[in-house]
């Protein structure tokens, strides 16, 4: 690709610096919403999108079709930490429905 294929294109530099787009574009974009993530990048955003969804207990077949997982094992497996906390607050939420019952 040569510089000559447009003006949005000669802006970026040839070869591409992977770091570019999060330094020039994904920073000034969080700052403008008053996020710091420091050294992250869509990875993190990523991770934080499915780590909300779970908290929201969404369903995990929609959580990986979000995020192109192939399947809901993938899904399950690189997030079994989140989902084990979830799990932990929901037995909570229903011995406190058990106990309004025994009452």
Known sequence: MSNDDGPRLR???WPM???AWHRTHLVPLLQQVHLRLPRSGLHSLRHTYVSLLIAQGEDVRYIADQVGHSTVKLTHDLYAHIFGKTRVAA???LDRWATLLEE
């Open 17 to 19: 610096d992977p770091d």
């Open 11 to 13: 802006s970026l530099r």
């Open 91 to 93: 037995m909570r939420r």
